[in-house]
């Protein structure tokens, strides 16, 4: 089994609608990240958490909320989606600096 | 500034050796990252130098200066395969990353 997993894989939406992609691992690290990638573009920091009781937005969390429901929960919604949030979105783990990846999801909004 | 620059795109042959350079202007990162990304994938770990120096791990090699701001990875005996983005990220308990390097290996 997969140790960071993303829930859908694929999802396609109209503007306006409350998204949520999830989030779940397995490796018992209390640091977790939402990134959003687009094409030509590196990752972006959406938002993280150190652990259950701290959030922190990042570079673009505009249009973003998260919430961190357990050390392996970590899901991220989109209130009202917009076409520019079509994108490729990664939630990442992290130990002693190094990140390990879900598989993404990619995000279609019409 | 935490930037980070590497190459937008490199092409190489089969079973030739490239070198991927990335240079940085920080001193807040705990050591170079380099991460493979194939298309559509997940970012997937490669190396970590946290000293200056070569770090050698089968076919790939990555190359630290922390004095001189810069990095690369050296990708030997290439195969189809390692056409993908590699990512030059600088560590930090929130990392920086650059806009990845796409490298084509063609026949």
């Known amino acids: 089994d997969a140790d960071v997993t993303q829930t859908p894989r694929n999802r396609i939406t109209k503007t306006g609608k409350r998204i949520m992609l999830e989030c779940s691992q397995t490796?018992?690290?209390?640091?977790m990240y939402w990134y959003r990638q687009d094409p030509g573009l590196g990752l972006q920091l959406i938002y993280y958490?150190?652990?259950?009781?701290?959030?922190n937005k990042g570079e673009i969390s505009d249009g973003y909320s998260v919430s961190r429901q357990a050390q392996a929960k970590f899901s991220l919604s989109l209130e009202s989606a917009i076409p520019n949030q079509t994108a490729l979105y990664f939630c990442?783990?992290?130990?002693?600096?190094?990140?390990?990846f879900g598989p993404g999801t990619r995000l279609t909004v019409l | 500034g935490q930037n980070i620059d590497q190459p937008t795109e490199m092409t190489a042959t089969e079973g030739a050796i490239v070198q991927i350079n990335c240079t940085y202007q920080?001193?807040?990162?705990?050591?170079l990252f380099w991460y493979q990304q194939h298309a559509g994938e997940a970012p997937t770990f490669l190396s970590y130098?946290?000293?200056?120096g070569l770090e050698e791990k089968g076919r790939f090699s990555s190359f630290l200066s922390r004095s001189k701001g810069y990095s690369y990875l050296l990708l030997k005996e290439l195969q189809m395969k390692d056409s993908a983005s590699y990512l030059c990220?600088?560590?930090?308990?929130?990392?920086?990353f650059g806009r990845g390097t796409s490298l084509i290996v063609h026949p």
């Open positions: 130098n946290v000293l200056d």
């Open positions: 990442a783990t992290s130990h002693l600096d190094t990140q390990y």
């Open positions: 990220v600088g560590g930090s308990y929130i990392p920086t």
């Open positions: 490796k018992g690290h209390d640091r």
């Open positions: 958490s150190f652990d259950v009781k701290d959030i």
């Open positions: 920080t001193s807040g990162f705990n050591g």
